[in-house]
């Protein structure tokens, strides 16, 4: 049996929906999550289509502002909670990690299942408040609002963000188990691939924050229902203490999006200069130090609602302080990049494209970090273009990126390289024209969340209406040609891309069970030498 037919094997083993459902193969299970995710992926898309149609004319001529705030607050639920932050760990990461380390499958496989399947049932209670009228306190459930407002579908989303919090927590323990316990011989901590340190980081995060978000949003759930008081000054309860849990989960969220497309991008900058990645070590820790300060400066986001003066400068200087370690893998990439042999193939558009945007998006969090400065932008359309600048131009560009270079190996075929080269540029170009402007606009003082806003800012939305049409594009090609690919395009190779680590000694796709022979490593995983010796013997 030649290596395709058993590269094939995971795909064609049962053809019967059952086989899917039950399955407790990792390979299998991030196809299901992708397939998934992607359908919340275009749902999100779609209520941001509206908006930014809304917002084409300083009027609120296509929807009423009651149904432009459900809008905006179904986009950020479903972008956030059932894109963002599950997007690359329970993908890419459920499929490459077991593989990486040279182990035949994740620590707990029905774990892994069953994480699948409570992001499915999160997911459908979300939708049915979707669908039965939709949520209008914002995705943040900011109180009193969200515990007091009529006509507002908050407990059955809270129930469903609540749920879908369980899949993160056992995604996360899944994945710090099996790099502590399956690794293979020889594959020492120094010797992981980046990749799976930023999922470890990750990881930790979505296990000591995600409890915390869901019983936030329980207790919000649980005042509305029986009229407690926890978080609503009306019942005597403190609707600062809200914002606190709130944000000392969900700017943590931050990194659980953003993480593992960094991840991605020290495996594609590695890969496309045939470079070492410059200070590997650093690169390894910031992604831990990210993950430990990361909780310590969500006091920044509460600069204008009562916080005291001298917390606020602690959490400032605490918010530039978070910026040393993304700062020290944005300058090592580009380190690894100086002199290397760059190979301009989609999968470095895409990495080229994250730090670029990512880049504006870091510095412009720092402006937030700055008391004075937040206070003039606090709730205006400056705010929106830096979180897009860092999630949709930092976290869906190492995602795309991700999934076109370790696409071969996923499905076992090539896709057409012209396309998704001119998609990358189309997101790349659609994305900025979408959010720059919003900068300006933002610091001229327009707020975010309104339906109607003044006529001398229509020229900055009309340009972002624009933006977001050729962006929805760039997102809708690579779907065509990734699914024209399953059937009509070249055959993959082990390693198409001349790349290292033990994801590329196994076929296209992978066996089964990943490694007929378990692996022994001699060597880094990330190291890429001249003669191109693997040092992995099987």
Do not use: C
Not at 86 to 106: E, H, R, V, Y
Not at 126 to 134: F, L, P, Q, R, S
Not at 409 to 421: L, N, V
Not at 470 to 476: E, H, K, R, V
């Amino acid at each position: 049996m030649d290596t395709t037919t058993v590269g094939l094997n995971y795909l064609n083993n049962g053809y019967g929906v059952k086989s899917w459902l039950l399955t407790k193969d990792h390979k299998r299970i991030a196809i299901l999550y992708l397939l998934s995710i992607t359908g919340f992926f275009f749902l999100g898309g779609f209520f941001a289509l509206l908006i930014r149609l809304e917002l084409l004319t300083p009027a609120a001529d296509l929807v009423q502002p009651d149904t432009y705030n459900k809008l905006f607050t179904m986009h950020g639920v479903v972008m956030v909670f059932f894109f963002l932050i599950p997007s690359i760990p329970a993908t890419l990461g459920n499929f490459l990690i077991p593989i990486m380390i040279g182990a035949k499958d994740l620590a707990f496989p029905r774990i892994n299942l069953l994480s699948w399947y409570i992001y499915v049932l999160g997911g459908a209670f979300t939708i049915v408040a979707a669908a039965t009228g939709g949520v209008d306190t914002g995705w943040t459930f900011y109180a009193p609002y969200s515990t007091s407002a009529s006509n507002s579908h908050v407990i059955l989303a809270g129930l469903g963000i609540f749920i879908t919090g369980f899949s993160s927590i056992l995604t996360g323990l899944n994945f710090i188990v099996t790099v502590h316990r399956m690794r293979a011989p020889g594959l020492t901590w120094f010797r992981l691939p980046l990749f799976v340190w930023s999922l470890y980081a990750t990881s930790l995060i979505m296990i000591l924050g995600t409890p915390v978000i869901a019983i936030t949003v329980l207790l919000v759930a649980v005042e509305r229902g029986l009229h407690l008081e926890i978080f609503d000054p009306a019942l005597g309860g403190a609707p600062v203490l809200f914002q606190h849990l709130f944000w000392f989960y969900s700017h943590p969220a931050v990194y659980i999006m953003i993480l593992p497309a960094m991840g991605v991008i020290s495996e594609i900058v590695q890969a496309f200069t045939r470079k070492n990645i410059f200070g590997y070590a650093f690169v390894a820790f910031s992604s831990l130090a990210i993950a430990i300060v990361g909780f310590l400066v969500w006091g920044h986001h509460l600069f204008v609602a009562g916080q005291s003066t001298y917390a606020g400068l602690v959490f400032s200087i605490l918010s530039f302080f978070v910026a040393i370690p993304s700062a020290v893998k944005v300058f090592n990439w580009t380190a690894t990049i100086y002199k290397g042999a760059v190979s301009w193939d989609s999968p470095m558009l895409y990495a080229f494209g994250f730090i670029g945007l990512f880049t504006i998006g870091g510095l412009t969090g720092l402006f937030l970090a700055t008391m004075g400065l937040d206070v003039h932008v606090h709730d205006t359309y400056f705010i929106i273009a830096h979180f897009h600048y860092v999630m949709v131009g930092g976290a869906i560009m190492g995602y795309l990126g991700g999934i076109h270079y370790w696409w071969p190996k996923i499905t076992g075929r090539m896709y057409p390289e012209g396309w998704a080269k001119f998609a990358a540029l189309v997101v790349f170009i659609g994305f900025n024209l979408t959010f720059f402007p919003q900068f300006i606009v933002g610091y001229l003082g327009m707020p975010r969340r309104y339906a109607m806003y003044a006529p001398e800012f229509q020229v900055y939305n009309v340009l972002s209406t624009a933006g977001a049409t050729i962006l929805g594009a760039g997102y809708l090609i690579p779907m065509v040609y990734l699914i024209w690919s399953l059937k009509h395009a070249a055959i993959a190779g082990e390693d198409p891309w001349g790349a290292r680590g033990l994801e590329w000694e196994i076929p296209s796709p992978p066996p089964t069970e990943n490694f007929v022979v378990s692996p022994i490593v001699t060597e880094g995983t990330h190291q890429y030498a001249p003669s191109r010796e693997v040092g992995i013997g099987h």
